[in-house]
Each structure stands twice: as structure tokens, then as C-alpha cells.
């Protein structure tokens, strides 16, 4: 009985605007329209969703976001993990510092990093220049930079996030394999490639879906720097239902999309469920 | 095996570069808080060799906004990590303490509720808000922030509780306290670390976000990330101000990260990575 009030409050706070969402995305629905007509579509919002080639521009890019960011921070977290896994003091007070990334708010981290890749006095195309590279308008300015840029930005916050789950994963190994690995005479890179990785091939699992669904998710940062641009070369599909539903007002549309999007994030939040439920096994 | 001398040094190396990757732009921001604008755009840059000023903070402080900004962050905050404790320790011992498999698997609802990409639930949310005529206050603002902490609240109290030996609760229910008796006055008290740990996400969650209070606040209840936006003025993009008004916002950030470390490393690792 602890338990209803939450039930009683999810259900109706979050449980009917998802069925409103669900209903209202077979309309077409201006918030613009002085008389707020609701004219009855079916399912023309989804099929118009995969001829228009916004949308598709948007899956595209989202999809070369989430490889992106998740790919580096896997690899880069892991990297992260070894190199601070001692437990001394020096490495447990760097850790906390490393910890601070995560916690900022994404759209302070836009910003400062907005600045430091501005074309006219940004930190960054200044020392790239010094090193032979000229940014033309910028790394946020330029068509084939953009999205690596705003990659970087969130592989700057997110890392840490990974390098944590890494180290909780580090921590839990058994010490028995490498023993015997030892005994055996097997080297460090050995032992690591044989016996650390294949054991820590759940905490992978863990990483890569927590962090591909997050990703999904991205907007404050896109807000922040690009605002989608150049053209829409940053616009993901996130930020692009932003732009449909609370800047033009197509409300029906935009539910549309966010429920394509809320489908594909779905299915991954159970893939996510199932290996956790595997693992406590 | 002890490592040799040079595996050393490319350790230190590596983590010395590491920490500057991280730190660099939080370093950048901190001293472009204290400088003159036509310092903040030198070419080439000064990193610590400028004139340090306190102007910035004067403006932003003497803008009788920013007060403003941030109580109204810190309501929203406090509401909404109020609101989610209540409702979500009491579920999570439910859940934790049930021994019927629906409830049990009813965790999994909350973990689902909680990956729901948060534009999803805005636009129908927003659409409710403004037929009930409730766009623009911090209600509408914190019940939706609850919604996603009391989620995560949910699913961390749950693996928090289910560790907690449940013998002591057990002799006082044989001793005749009530279930709510045995919750409050033993598996709580138990619990504390769990819950600080749940409070801080909360407190993080909604002090961060700017999706939900961009589209839900009026003036008048403009959360710190929004006074960040409102300081590039139509009239001319401060840098200075902009930094200054983030300092505000990375409070918390910053106090956490470095003073409570364990408390938050315990939610991100118990909330993601334990089922």
C-alpha cells in the first residue's frame, strides 16, 4: 500500500499524456490555428514522418551521434578506468574531479564550449591554426566539423559516466583468474586481453545501452551550440521534434515523431532490461 | 611484476592529460567569469595573465533578475526531490519487501518510465498544462521533474532496500509493530545513505534541466539556466555575465562532485548498473 501513491500519481501525470500523445498524433493539430481545429489524419503523420526528408535527414544524423559519442566514450572510458583503477589517495581525489563533468548542467557545457570553439576568439581554431589547420568558419560553422564537434562536447561529459561503470565493473573481478594466469606465465597485455575483457563483457552491455538510450536524448547541447546548423547538419531527430512541436505548433505532427522516437528508445530500454535481469542471474 | 619506470611515467603522463582535457573548460569558464570583455576575446588567448575583475559579478548581481533565477531554481529543485522521496522510498520498499512477481517486476516499469526521451512526454504534457491553464507555474514545472526523479527513485531505493538484512524488521513485526512501524522506524533509518543518494540525483536532475522549464516557465518563474540564455541580451553577448550566471548554475555540481562523491558515484552506478 506504500506503493499506490506513486502508482495513482505516475498514472495520471505520465500514463495520459502518453495515450493524449498517442491519440492526438492521428490529427493534424496547429497550435496556431485561431480555432484549434483537430482534423482526423489516420496514420498520414507517420507515413508523411518517412517521406519527409527532414526526418530522415534527422534519423541519419542521430544515428551517426549515437555512434559516434558512444563508440569514443566506450573506448575512452575504458581507457580511463585502467589508467585511475589504483586505489590511492592521489587517484581517488582525481577521480572526484573527473566527476564534475557529468554533473554540470548540459547547457552551461554548450555554452563554454560554444566559446571556446568560437571562429573570432575561441581557444580552439586559434591553436588549431598555430598547428597548421584552418577552420574556415569555425568547427561549429563548417558543414563536415560540426557534428564531430558537438561529438567531442558530449564525449567530454559522458566519459567520466562510462569510466565510472567501468570501475565498479574493474572492482568486482575475481582475483583467482589471474593468479593462475600468473602461474601459467601469461604477460599483463595477456592476461588483460584473455581475462579482463572477456569478464567484463556485461559491464559493456550495461555501458553501451545506458549510454546509446541517453544519447538518443540529446538536445541542450545541440540548443546551445548549433541550434541544429549548419543547415542541419546537427539536427537530430530529438531537437528536430522541438523545432516541429514548440516552434511551429504542429503539435499532432510532432507527437508523431516523438512517438517514433519513443518506440525506438522502447525497444532498447528492454534489450537493457533483459540483460540486467539476465546478470542477476 | 612491478611496473617499470617508464610504464610510469606514460601513466602519469596519460592521467596528466587526462585531467586537462577535463578540467580545461571548466578552468576557462571559472576565469572568464573574472575578466574584462575585450580580455575574454584576446587573441592570443590569456589563460591566467590578465586583469582579474570583479565587474562581472557586480552587473549580474545588480541585475535584480538574478536573485530570482535563482530561487526559483532552488524551489524547483526542493519540490521536486521533496515530492520524489515521498513518493518513491515508500515504492521502493513496496517493491523491495513484496513477494508477488507482479509487483516485483513492476521495478522494470519505473526503469522504462525513466529512458522515456523527455521531449515524448513534454509536448502532450505541455498541451495539458495549458488546457488546465498551468503553463508558466513551478507546479507544472515540478510535477513533471517528479515524474522522472521519483522514477529513479523507485528503481534505486528498491536495490538499496533489498540489501538491507530484513531479520531486524521481521522480529518487530513478531513483536507486534505494524509494517508502516517497521518501515519507518527500522528500514529507513537504515537506509539513509540511499536516500541522500537518491536526494542528490534529484536535486542535479532538476537544477540541470533547461528542456522542461524552457517550454513550462514564464518570466516570473524562469529557472538559472534560462537567466544563462537571458544574459546574451539582445543588445550584446557578454561572455563575462554568461560565466558568471554559470557559476551560479554549477553550484551544486561542483559541491557534489568533489564533497559527496560517494553518495553520488553509489546512485549513477547503483542506478545504471544494478538490477
Given at each position: 500500500?506504500?506503493?499506490s ?29 485561431p ?5 482526423f489524419?489516420g ?27 558512444v563508440?569514443v ?25 573527473m ?16 566559446s ?5 576568439f ?27 564537434a ?11 559516466l ?100 519513443l ?19 | 611484476?612491478t ?61 535584480s533578475k ?14 521536486a526531490?521533496?515530492?520524489s ?34 521531449i ?11 488546457d ?5 507555474t ?31 524488521e ?41 528542456l ?26 557578454s ?37
Amino acid at each position: 500500500m506504500l506503493l499506490s501513491p506513486l502508482l495513482i500519481f505516475i498514472v495520471v501525470i505520465a500514463i495520459y499524456p502518453l495515450f493524449f500523445s498517442f491519440y492526438i498524433s492521428f490529427f493534424k493539430y496547429r497550435l496556431t490555428d485561431p480555432n484549434q481545429t483537430r482534423t482526423f489524419l489516420g496514420l498520414a503523420n507517420y507515413i508523411n514522418a518517412f517521406k519527409d526528408p527532414q526526418v530522415t535527414g534527422a534519423i541519419a544524423n542521430t544515428l551517426i551521434f549515437v555512434a559516434g559519442t558512444v563508440i569514443v566514450e566506450i573506448a575512452l572510458g575504458l581507457g580511463l578506468a585502467l589508467l585511475f583503477a589504483a586505489e590511492s589517495r592521489r587517484t581517488q581525489m582525481l577521480r572526484s574531479w573527473m566527476l564534475i563533468p557529468m554533473a554540470l548542467p548540459p547547457l552551461v557545457v554548450g555554452l563554454v564550449w560554444k566559446s571556446l570553439y568560437n571562429v573570432d576568439f575561441g581557444v580552439i581554431p586559434y591553436y588549431l591554426k598555430q598547428l597548421g589547420l584552418d577552420m574556415g568558419r569555425g568547427p561549429l560553422g563548417e558543414l563536415q566539423w560540426a557534428m564531430p564537434a558537438v561529438i567531442l562536447i558530449d564525449v567530454w561529459q559522458w566519459t567520466p559516466l562510462i569510466m565510472v561503470i567501468f570501475l565498479a565493473g574493474l572492482k568486482s573481478l575475481p582475483h583467482e583468474p589471474y593468479e593462475a594466469a600468473r602461474v601459467d606465465g601469461a604477460t599483463r597485455w595477456q592476461s588483460f586481453w584473455y581475462i579482463t575483457l572477456p569478464m567484463l563483457k556485461p559491464t559493456f552491455l550495461v555501458a553501451l545501452l545506458l549510454r546509446t538510450m541517453q544519447s538518443f536524448k540529446v538536445f541542450d547541447i545541440i540548443y546551445a551550440t548549433t541550434g541544429g546548423g549548419p543547415g542541419s547538419a546537427t539536427t537530430v531527430l530529438n531537437y528536430h521534434i522541438y523545432t516541429v512541436g514548440m516552434v511551429f505548433f504542429k503539435m499532432g505532427y510532432a507527437a508523431a515523431l516523438a512517438n517514433i522516437l519513443l518506440i525506438i528508445v522502447a525497444a532498447l530500454a528492454i534489450l537493457y532490461i533483459i540483460v540486467l535481469e539476465r546478470q542477476q542471474i | 611484476m612491478t611496473p617499470s619506470r617508464t610504464e610510469r611515467i606514460i601513466r602519469v603522463a596519460l592521467m596528466a592529460l587526462a585531467m586537462f582535457f577535463f578540467m580545461l573548460p571548466i578552468f576557462w569558464l571559472m576565469t572568464t567569469a573574472f575578466k574584462f570583455g575585450r580580455e575574454a576575446f584576446a587573441i592570443p588567448p590569456k589563460w591566467i595573465f590578465f586583469d582579474w575583475t570583479l565587474k562581472n559579478f557586480q552587473e549580474v548581481l545588480a541585475n535584480s533578475k538574478t536573485p530570482r533565477y535563482i530561487m526559483n531554481s532552488i524551489i524547483v529543485s526542493a519540490g521536486a526531490t521533496t515530492f520524489s522521496l515521498l513518493l518513491g522510498v515508500p515504492a521502493g520498499y513496496a517493491i523491495a519487501r513484496s513477494r508477488s512477481p507482479l509487483i516485483n517486476s513492476s521495478s522494470y516499469f519505473f526503469l522504462l518510465l525513466l529512458m522515456i526521451p523527455p521531449i515524448a512526454m513534454l509536448i502532450p504534457f505541455y498541451l495539458v498544462m495549458r488546457d488546465l491553464h498551468l503553463l508558466g507555474t513551478y507546479a507544472a514545472l515540478i510535477t513533471l521533474d517528479t515524474v522522472f526523479d521519483a522514477a529513479f527513485v523507485v528503481w534505486m531505493m528498491r536495490s538499496y532496500f533489498m540489501d538491507v538484512p530484513q531479520e531486524m524488521e521481521e522480529a518487530a513485526l513478531v513483536d507486534g509493530a505494524s509494517p508502516l512501524q517497521a518501515f519507518t522506524k527500522i528500514a529507513l533509518p537504515l537506509s539513509v545513505p540511499g536516500i541522500v543518494a537518491s536526494a542528490l540525483y534529484c536535486i542535479i536532475f532538476s537544477w540541470n534541466d533547461f528542456l522542461f522549464a524552457l517550454m513550462l516557465t514564464s518570466p516570473k518563474t524562469k529557472t538559472i539556466p534560462l537567466g544563462i540564455l537571458a544574459s546574451f541580451s539582445a543588445v550584446e553577448i557578454s561572455w563575462g555575465r554568461m560565466a558568471v550566471m554559470s557559476i551560479f548554475a554549477i553550484i551544486p555540481a561542483l559541491i557534489i562532485a568533489l564533497f559527496l562523491n560517494r553518495y553520488f558515484v553509489q546512485g549513477l552506478t547503483m542506478g545504471a548498473a544494478k538490477g
